[in-house]
């Protein structure tokens, strides 16, 4: 079965810092990879997706980015952090039919 | 016709009684339907799932039942536990297609102990 790494846990930031959360898989190869954001209270907003190497969709124009530099690794960034950008991150793999198995979340607080 | 439409946003139940979320869906292309369990603080976790070639599925003290004429599908949770609240999350996705899957805004229950 496959693991789903997330760090670090929490985060707090000032407002324009950088920002770079860490996403790595184990037990799956070629994993579709994606990144949801949770606003306090909120639903689940999908912010990118990945299917390989260097291969990233974004859903929604943001202040983030995000990259796949190697096969089971997800990474999250930001050059300039903004309040907005605070809110619950999550790493979520792809099932067979096309659910979502998530990791356990990056608490980002932007001050 | 790509939402998934979920109530009520939040319930309160009393310990032992049945906690009931609703979800219903317009694109009849959606072939799998999980919902999803989430503590404060954790990532949602899948809970119980159904496809619609069925009308119910059962998992202990989890029920999915699903109505495909009515296009609407509802979790049950029977002699519900303090333990249980949760936020829960209804989803929709069509399999073996490049679509995501789409969520439900989530239900907040409480049980009363």
């Known amino acids: 079965s496959q693991t789903i790494h997330q760090w670090p846990a929490t985060l707090v930031q000032p407002v324009g810092s950088p920002l770079s959360l860490e996403c790595t898989v184990e037990g799956t190869s070629n994993p579709n990879l994606y990144w949801y954001r949770q606003a306090a209270g909120r639903g689940l907003q999908l912010l990118f997706y990945?299917?390989?190497?260097?291969?990233i969709s974004s859903e929604v124009p943001q202040n983030l980015s995000a990259s796949r530099p190697q096969d089971r690794q997800f990474i999250l960034s930001s050059k300039k952090l903004l309040l907005s950008d605070s809110g619950f991150y999550l790493c979520?793999?792809?099932?067979?039919?096309?659910?979502?198995?998530f990791g356990p979340g990056t608490r980002l607080t932007v001050l | 016709q790509q939402q998934v439409k979920q109530s009520p946003q939040s319930l309160i139940v009393q310990k032992g009684g049945i906690s009931i979320i609703n979800c219903a869906y317009e694109?009849?292309?959606?072939?799998?339907f999980p919902w999803y369990q989430q503590f404060p603080g954790k990532g949602p976790a899948l809970l119980i799932a159904?496809?619609?070639?069925?009308s119910e599925k059962k998992e202990g003290r989890f029920t999915i039942s699903f109505n495909k004429s009515a296009k609407q599908f509802s979790l049950h949770i029977m002699d519900s536990q303090p333990g249980d609240s949760a936020t829960y999350f209804c989803?929709?996705?069509?399999?073996?297609?490049?679509?995501?899957?789409?969520f439900g805004k989530g239900t907040r229950l409480h049980i009363l102990p």
């Open positions: 694109n009849t292309a959606f072939d799998y």
């Open positions: 990945s299917v390989g190497i260097g291969q």
């Open positions: 979520a793999t792809e099932g067979a039919y096309n659910e979502q198995f």
């Open positions: 159904i496809r619609p070639d069925v």
């Open positions: 989803a929709a996705s069509i399999t073996n297609r490049d679509d995501k899957i789409i």
